[in-house]
């Protein structure tokens, strides 16, 4: 399977099926906290991904005014492939670097995530 079997908009779903699928659910900021975006983004990818029947959104208990969103039975199903989808993506990312490149890699980029999280607005 390659990166090129999925179309872009399929391949950004892919980004919350873990965090959902480990969850169970989440409040609509948490994806938004997730991928460090606003939540009107987020919220029309999950609009998107509700019409595909991918997630679904409930009123969250504890909060009448909050809804949760979890996977559907059918995005569940479709896990394996996305995680392959994924686990492809990163293969063909890092081809031709060494193991010691990688985590070489893999340690510059947590200190950028890491610096990024103590800039405003993030």
Request: some cysteine; proline content about 7%.
């Amino acid at each position: 399977m390659s990166i090129s079997n999925i179309n872009l908009f399929s391949y950004s779903f892919l980004y919350f099926f873990l965090p959902l699928k480990r969850s169970g659910a989440l409040t609509q900021a948490e994806p938004a906290r997730i991928a460090q975006v606003e939540q009107p983004c987020i919220a029309q990818l999950l609009g998107r991904m509700e019409r595909d029947g991918l997630v679904e959104r409930v009123p969250d208990p504890p909060d009448g005014r909050s809804r949760l969103i979890s996977l559907t039975e059918r995005a569940s199903q479709q896990l394996p492939q996305s995680r392959a989808v994924m686990d492809d993506a990163c293969e063909q990312a890092l081809s031709g670097f060494s193991e010691p490149e990688r985590e070489q890699l893999l340690g510059f980029l947590q200190r950028i995530f890491a610096n990024l999280d103590g800039v405003p607005g993030n």
